[in-house]
């Protein structure tokens, strides 16, 4: 031993005494362990003292070894996830590079299109005509135009129970095909037109109808009176050629109305700009086909009065949030449903359901919504479930009277109907008794739905609100345009914010982790503490609040009831706004603006114009045409059944994808003169029921199948809840395939079994 030692004693400066393993020899990179004792000894009883611990070190030190080789293998893992996700990155770069140059090349084809094509200011022609002098026009600069509309106005029996009438007007459309002789062919009447005309001749109606003309020769109008009593009609006329067949146009508004759906769907847009996107396909398809319109009648197209309710009621709900009113009804739905959250959830759809009977649809969700979002923030619930459980049980309950939704006050408003005995209490009594039915059976089902889905949050309350905290922070510093050094200052300030409550978060999630059991056991202790925190901050604006919300639901009420008041919705809404703003004497206006939907309000906006454009596209008369084909087709024995069947499910999946106001404004026309058919013979009421059914009950198939949901996720998105198409989806189109399964089968006993007819 002492050989081998003094062997190596020049390079490492060992002696005997010193320790067998020593952890230095940077020289030679060597890297050894010490022993614990410096002193050697020769004995035996040393040796195997020594020789144990020297096993020991040895196993010491192969740890050693295979911790460095890990922790090698893990920098080698953290490189090759930096790989993928620097791959991922760029790949993420190259799809917004790729979407955004599509989007832009689409927006700038349609401008063009748009631009290329000028107004059609034709200008309207006035006449008259009488049984003894008729009105001729030849229109030989057909080219080749595939369509002709022709509008007239004069006083014609708006309402089918008017036109059982002696007195009408008729257009004959005649043709003579150019053979390229000088000889023509004979005269060939192409199409009649008949319309009648009104006992009052002081209402001026304009009639719209297109023409397909077959070939390219010269077009004779001919416009004739028929009356009773010698004398003259006045009439006003104007006509257009379109580039474009019935079937080519509804093919394009189809797939216009297909790419919104995947920009909504898919989430490549928000859905403001998806519905600004088809707005802007629709008017450039108009234009290209001959029938671009002014921007005069684009704003026409807007319905200002659902635009006034929406912002009127955002306006008193902004100012009502001020008082600690929602905080405290969130509160006493927790107390009365005794910590039970499927209890509380059925109380809060149900009461949904009920005021949307009364009220509008949309007018129920803006109150309801703030209420809901507050209690499942106090009960730490997820409130996109909660939501949309309840948008879908509103629009359920607005199906149930005449004024509980759009389309059923649009069949109500129509005097034809009227005068068949189907008024407020009749309508209302047929379909409360089937949306009850449909409620009963909703209830279960929706529990069935929401089996497997966790309502609670699966993070602790503290972690949730930080969350939250630290994405209002962020959309807060994203939305600042750093335009000055001051708003650059301002916007670094709030990332530091968000990197700090980040850094918060990740603490929490590392030291804090529970589980919450799914019924709070403790809830009486939760109430007492919920009722200190959560109170009213401000009764006297609360009172103000609570006087001028009561007056606004008391005069939709009335409304619909008292023939005297000349206001609409739009206008109540917006008188409320006005004196609630003097009452609660706001200063600062801006924090109340801010508070509004402005998406909301433009989604609506940019949606009215593209179904319009949809339907003069001819895509809703197509949809009319075609089932009224296929009631057509379908045995006598039979046609009742099929009828309901067909009408209702048309109706649902239509209005669904579709906004149902203009679908079931185009659709009573169609179904009235199919009643009328004495070859059809079919009554009346079982075909307009099975049409409010589907119209209503089919707004829960989409998120923007009724306008109910649209304001519901406009303002959960506001509060950082924000559903997507799908998620929506996922649990409203079920529901919207059980509602109407019960609403046809309810609607089948009724009219085919009882005769209730």
Known sequence: FSKLFSSRSKNTGFTEKTPLLKVSSEENGLQCVALHNPDFTTDDDSWDNSSAEFEQRFQLGSEMTSLSRSASAEKYEILDNLHVKFNLSKMRCCLKFLKVSGL????????????????????????????????????????????????????????????????????????????????????????????????????????????????????????????QEPGSVPLSMKHQYLHANIEAQVTIASIILVGVYVLIILEIVHRTLAAMLGSLAALAALATVGERPSMVKVVEWIDYETLALLFGMMVLVAIFSETGFFDYCAVKAYRFSRGKVWA???????????????????????????????????????????????????????????????????????QELRKKGLDFAAFTGHMFVGICLVVLV????????????????????EIVELKHEIYVWRLTAQRINPASREETAVKCLLMQKVLTLEMLLRKKLRTFHRQISQEDKNWETNIQELQKKHRITDKILLIKCLTVLGCVILMFFLNSFVPGIYLDLGWIAMLGAIWLLVLADIHDFEIILNRVEWATLLFFAALFVLMEALAHLHLIDYIGEQTALLIKVVPEDQRLVVAIILVLWVSALASSVIDNIPFTATMIPVLLNLSKDPDVNLPMKPLIFSLAMGACLGGNGTLIGASANVVCAGIAEQHGYGFSFMEFFRLGFPMMIVSCTIGMCYLLVAHVVVGWN
């Not at 062919?185 to 023409?211: E, G, K």
């Not at 997820?382 to 199906?399: C, K, S, Y």
């Not at 929706?446 to 993070?459: H, I």
């Open 104 to 227: 832009f090349i689409f927006v700038v084809v349609c401008s063009i299109l748009f631009g290329v094509y000028p107004d059609q200011g034709v200008s309207w022609q006035m006449l008259a005509v009488s049984p003894l002098e008729s009105f001729s026009m030849n229109l030989t600069d057909f080219h080749d135009s595939a369509l002709l509309k022709l509008d007239i106005g004069g006083p014609f029996a708006a309402d089918v129970a008017d036109q059982q009438t002696e007195e009408y007007i008729v257009v004959q459309i005649s043709q003579t095909e150019d053979t390229g002789s000088r000889r023509r062919r004979q005269q060939q009447v192409v199409y009649n037109w008949s319309l009648p005309l009104s006992s009052r001749r002081n209402q001026q109606i304009i009639t719209t109808r297109t023409f397909q003309i077959p070939n390219r020769g010269t077009i004779f109008v001919n416009i004739q009176a028929f009356l």
């Open 344 to 414: 509380m959830i059925t109380l809060l759809c149900l009461i949904a359901a009920i005021l949307s009977a009364f009220l509008d649809n949309v007018t129920t969700m803006l109150l309801f919504t703030p209420v809901t979002i507050r209690l499942c923030e106090v009960l730490n619930l997820d409130p996109r479930h909660v939501l949309i459980a309840e948008v879908i049980f509103t629009n359920i309950g607005g199906a149930a009277t005449a004024v509980g939704d759009p389309p059923n006050v649009i069949i109500v408003s129509k």
């Open 442 to 461: 909703s209830f279960p089902f929706l529990r069935l739905l929401y089996w497997n889905k966790k309502l609670y949050n699966k993070e602790p309350s």
